[in-house]
């Protein structure tokens, strides 16, 4: 079964500075892809970014961007010019590329609960 | 831009007595989820839904859970019998299409207290 872990519970970053969110994950399959979504204190969990794992080349969205390491099993979220904004529980999720139900269930890790600090 | 829409925000209940949460998926959606939340856990899936069935449920959703689409537009979950442990936030998912890289776009939540 795979797993999804966050290892950092809290993280704290002052305003306009870099932050890199850490997760990691287990899994034996080959394909799959991974995500990271952003839950305010608004509760609604948003998409901030994609990554297939086929794809070699880390993916981009603005200011964040991801540190995708395969073989080591690791999906790294960083934030650059941080703002006020970004302040919420980020979580990493997982999902198989190939599914024999005919859906695609996420696997979420702990969360990363992220400050900004004026 | 669409959203899914869930209903109420927050639901309070006897223990024992039949909640059902409701959701709105964006509309040209096909592909519809149901997760929850315990306060400061992990989100955890609960059970996938497709072509007016069961695609995939976990070992979270027993007997005392069902899912519906009653119309062409709501997503439903019914716990029958609640119990104090089924406190939780509860979230709704839908996606367009059966390609994984299709992210699940998700609701505000319903947060379930059970007293």
């Known amino acids: 079964a795979q797993t999804v872990t966050q290892s950092q519970p809290e993280m704290s970053v002052q305003e306009a500075e870099t932050v890199t969110l850490s997760c990691t994950y287990d899994?034996?399959?080959?394909?799959?892809?991974l995500f990271w979504y952003k839950q305010p204190p608004s509760r609604q969990m948003i998409l901030v970014i994609r990554?297939?794992?086929?794809?070699?080349q880390n993916a981009t969205e603005n200011r964040f961007s991801v540190n995708f390491q395969k073989a080591a099993k690791s999906f790294s979220l960083k934030i650059s010019d941080s703002q006020l904004g970004d302040a919420a529980m980020y979580f990493c999720a997982y999902r198989s590329a190939g599914a024999t139900t005919g859906t695609y269930k996420y696997i979420f890790g702990t969360g990363t609960r992220l400050k900004v600090l004026a | 831009e669409p959203e899914v829409t869930q209903t109420p925000s927050h639901q309070v209940t006897q223990m024992g007595q039949e909640v059902i949460l409701r959701c709105v998926p964006i509309?040209?959606?096909?592909?519809f989820y149901w997760y929850r939340q315990i306060l400061g856990q992990k989100v955890e899936f609960l059970v996938s839904f497709y072509n007016n069935e069961i695609s995939e449920k976990s070992e979270i959703f027993d007997d005392q859970f069902s899912v519906e689409r009653p119309d062409g537009s709501n997503f439903t979950l019914k716990i029958r019998s609640t119990k104090l442990e089924d406190s939780a936030m509860y979230f709704c998912?839908?996606?367009?299409?059966?390609?994984?890289?299709?992210?699940?776009?998700f609701g505000d939540g319903t947060r379930l207290s059970i007293l």
């Open positions: 899994t034996s399959e080959s394909d799959y892809y």
């Open positions: 509309s040209n959606h096909l592909y």
């Open positions: 990554q297939e794992a086929y794809k070699q």
């Open positions: 998912a839908s996606s367009r299409e059966l390609y994984s890289n299709q992210p699940q776009h």
